[in-house]
């Protein structure tokens, strides 16, 4: 295994913090990065190309270090900070990514600028820095905290949250300082607070997966000494609320030691700040083999309900993440949230000025470096939870450019539908059956948001362009884990996709554009569903047959035989699945009718056939 | 003594002067002038610095003794040599560089903007003055700290190790510490590096069991350009004038609390090595134990009354109280200002 702290600070400093570290964790758990003692002492930087090389230097260095894969990694930075906050008051720290001096301003670089880079780059990553107070704060009691004191900071690494859905609310602070400034004003910030209880990992990394999309700070709960240091009533108090909570029905944590925790009532007396969360989600295979537990549950649920609490019971498994967010009542806030992220996304008339579609160049090296190793992480996914992390990494790149910077901006959308998908396909909770067509609709709406960025001439083709890439790369995924009819859904947007796009081709609308263009629509419509192109082949014949009975078309049978509707109709059925005249014309109108009837039959019965054969062997 | 503060600021939207102001007032009751100048001005004038500064100069009402505050947008190039000639005269004290980054810039500008009079105007000022003096405050503090991480976290090392009763791992611990020590910065030599950050100069460094004076150890620099780094000390001296410092509990205690004393108050700013017990001595000590005796009931010549485990455990203790003393007098700004 890996090394799970990463320790930065001077040779000195960095020597005995890992032969202690080492003492206590028992295995070579510990990696040291040392900077020049100046950094630490708070010694002026004033060139900005130091700082840049710093954060390089710092970056390959932690790069290397979760290249190894640390479950739930450290860095402790010896620097003392005070961490940015949006409650408090006095703040001497500059935490503003965004801050750069040119170097004739002589100006010291606060050092909390380079760390608000390294702690919006680095998601995973909890990080731990040396608190400028030694007595613990009100508000730190928990130790649910980035600083730590240094005489007894050993017990603050002992308990830590997963840090991927901001449970602490560090990157969301920094987040806030861009929020209120003019250029970043577009970056969504997170005010509530949740939890995903589950002892099985996949299950409380996509629920806190999906309500950190739902713009909630998203605690991770997987043993029971998480789920006392945050729903406990005599725990440490918390500096927040919890608003909404996903939960597993039937709980079993590994290093349970309270008993019958899948009786709801008798979990939230365990846990009793479980009571004040509002809005609850059960998750839950619902199964009935323990009636007694199956009927108090049901009537303790209706309980809270009569007191006013939101509660959903989402049965597992399901059919993927829009399917779950749409069980659980979320579906609706979700599409309000992301509708009020594309039209923050607008441009607005005097971004139109060069530069103007562009992210700052800072936010946009730090979102190339997330997509980079969000990428890495596609390419190396082996778990549901390498899916997760690699679509927040993906999704914060997304939030910091905010649709701008348009090119970088859809390589941040693709690679996370790429890793929600992957993720959904790789997960046993999931239903064979995958939502794709929310999907569809949300990557639609995504790519045409950031397409309002690119020159009006090109913005369509772009759009066009972009979709077709991500749905090429998400039907991808889908065919390599026999996600047929998800494959065929997405196949089928494409088809319509590279329709759009032939018609943009220059000289495309030539002669026979009027020909073939119907024709190729009326094809992509008839493979795009089963039971319509079964309507198509008894629709056609029938219909002209019905033609050929007004239109009064002449057949030979013998002598005496009078051609009724009927036998219109009969005819009509064996020229078009006989591929050859059931009785020979003897008319125009009859001659006619039989030439389309067989050239029709030809092309509709030679798809079908090629069609069932494509379903048919894939499946 | 007169104060003049003089206000180098951008011409922009955000960085108005407040209305009444017409370049200039005066404040009677407090003997305080301010003078707001559009940046753009001395650099339209870039090319005589000395008249440039003589000019502004004239603009200053008192010719008592006076105390010049600079604060400025920036030094912006063209004006450097302006500034050079400013923080020459002889009365000029401070020189502050805020910037459009700084936390403090918005709330700084609105109070400006609402300053009724000059009196007020004055008072916003001196505020922000203040604020801008915590961070060489925090700096040393930074420096300060350092200093000593590396003692606190083998101090629990070491510790532990004896409560785990494994004492021989702890005495290689001390044996590598030792070895360290002889080659490079022992913990005395933190602390003598922690008196000159304390009080620079104003120790007879090298004289009467006073080590020599630390040459590795930098200071925040005063003047914005250039000049030389100033102690805690006069750095606090800035902060509450030199009198008041010399009565402030919190400089006291961190005086007693790293074994210094201010040996003549009225006349001379001179410091000395307090003869009670302190830190140092036990620094010092330990620095000299055979590390084959050490363990957790040892006792240390000088200190016969505890066991080395308490004596240690007094060194984790000493390092919180140092960080809490100077937190409280960076705290004091706080304390001001929700006042």
Known sequence: MGKRILVISFPEYGKKLINYFNSFLNEDAVDCFSLERSFFDDEPIIEHQKIEDLFRSISIKIEKFLSEKPIRPIIFFTVQVSLPSPNKTSVF???????????????????????????????????????????????????????????????????????????????N????????????????????????????????????YLAYRLMHRSFLVTTEREMKTLFEEKA????????????????????????????????????????????????????KYNTDRYYKNKNYIQKLISEGKEIRVVYKPSGGMYNILDKSGLLKEYWEKCKEEWRKAKPKQNEEEPGGHSAPGRLLVIAEKLINRGEKIFDEAKAVQDCIHGATLALEAQELLGYRTPTTSLEAIALRHKLEVKAECMFYGMEHNIDVKNRIEEIEKEVDVVAQWFNPRVKKRAALNAKMGIITEVMRIFKNYGQFDEEEECLNYFRGLNRRWSLMQPGFKGTFFWIIFPIRWYVEKLVGSLPLFILALISWPALLGIFSAWTRAKFFVNEEFKFRFWDHVMDSFSTFFGLQPGNFPTNAQGKILTIILIFLGFIHLGIFISHLYTLITRR | MNKCFIFFHKDTEKEKPPPFLKESCYCE?????????????????????????????????????????????????????????????NSFSLHLD?????????????????????????????????????????????????????????????????????????????????????????PSSELTRLWYMLIGNKLDWNKNDIPEKPNDVSLPKKKVIEGEGLSFYDWLSEYHGKSKVNELKEWESILAHVQLIHLNIIEDDKFDRSCSSGMFDFLKALEKLDHEKFGPDEKIRGFQERGLKEELNNVLEWFNELNDLFEKIINLWVKESSS
């Open chain 1, 173 to 208: 602070s920094i987040r806030f300082i861009l929020t209120n400034k003019k250029e970043t004003s577009y970056i969504p910030y997170r005010i509530f607070v949740s939890s995903a209880i589950d002892e099985e990992d996949p299950y409380a990394y996509l629920h806190g």
């Open chain 2, 29 to 89: 009751d407090i003997k305080t002038q301010c003078i707001f100048i559009p940046l753009i001005d001395i650099i339209d004038y870039g090319d005589n610095p000395q008249k440039q500064w003589q000019e502004i100069k004239k603009k200053i009402i008192s010719s008592e003794t006076l105390t010049i505050l600079v604060f400025s947008h920036g030094l912006q190039e063209i004006a450097i040599e302006f500034f050079k000639e400013l923080e020459k005269d």
């Open chain 1, 93 to 171: 720290d500059v935490w503003d990514p965004l801050l750069i001096y040119p170097d004739e301003r002589k100006r010291p670089y606060p050092k909390a600028v380079l760390l608000s880079w390294l702690i919006l780059a680095y998601p995973e990553v909890h990080w731990f820095f040396i608190s400028e107070y030694t007595q613990d704060r009100e508000e730190n009691k928990s130790h649910l905290t980035n600083e730590v004191p240094l005489k007894g900071f050993k017990k603050y690494f002992s308990s830590v949250f997963e840090p991927l859905f901001d449970p602490l609310n560090l990157r």
């Open chain 2, 98 to 186: 805020y910037s459009g980054g700084d936390p403090s810039y918005t709330p700084m500008w609105e109070q400006i903007r609402k300053a009724e009079d000059c009196s007020r105007l004055a008072q916003v000022l001196e505020y922000w003055r203040k604020y801008y003096l915590i961070d060489p405050y925090r700096r040393i503090k930074h420096r300060a700290i350092n200093l000593f991480g590396p003692l606190t976290i083998s101090t629990q090392h070491i510790l532990e190790l004896w409560d785990k009763k494994e004492f021989l791992n702890a005495k290689n611990i001390f044996k590598e510490l030792k070895e360290e020590w002889a080659s490079g910065r022992s």
């Open chain 1, 236 to 287: 440490n108090p918390l500096p927040f609320e919890i608003k909404m909570v996903f939960e597993d029905m039937f709980l079993n944590f590994p290093d349970r030691t309270k008993e019958k925790l899948s009786y709801l009532e008798i979990r939230d007396n365990q846990f009793a700040r479980l009571k004040n969360v509002n809005s609850r989600i059960f998750v839950t295979v619902g199964h």
